[in-house]
Nanobody, 123 residues
Framework: QVQLVETGGGLVQVGESLRLSCAAS????????MGWFRQTPGKEREFVAT????????AYADSVKGRFIISRDNAKNTLYLQMNSLESEDTAVYYC????????????????WGQGTQVTISS
């Protein structure tokens, strides 16, 4: 199995930046496509970004395109989400996930999940 632990969440003001990290352990990290999802109370967990196993290809939700950057360092077994120009609507619990599907935005395609990290953007 793969264990995933997100870190880097916190409180930040509108317009500022934050970088989330997801440390992976267990099975070989480079074998998996990775994704970021987020969830707020009363809403379904929604897709944010994904990156393929080699890190050469990425895809983003329209709501974050141009502001967020997903990346990975397979040598460090770590996934990142750089969040820029943060908005109040970005407030959520952010989850990293691992799966075998290529550049999937479908939650079902991810089989391993982290515990989540809270990101709060204040006005």
């Amino acid at each position: 199995q793969v264990q995933l632990v997100e870190t880097g969440g916190g409180l930040v003001q509108v317009g500022e930046s934050l970088r989330l990290s997801c440390a992976a352990s267990g099975r070989t990290f480079s074998n998996y496509n990775m994704g970021w999802f987020r969830q707020t109370p009363g809403k379904e967990r929604e897709f944010v970004a994904t990156i393929d196993w080699g890190g050469a290809n990425t895809a983003y939700a329209d709501s974050v395109k141009g502001r967020f950057i997903i990346s990975r360092d397979n040598a460090k077994n770590t996934l990142y989400l750089q969040m820029n120009s943060l908005e109040s609507e970005d407030t959520a619990v952010y989850y990293c996930a691992a799966g075998r599907a290529w550049l999937s935005y479908v939650r079902h395609d991810y089989v391993y999940w982290g515990q989540g990290t809270q990101v709060t953007i204040s006005s």
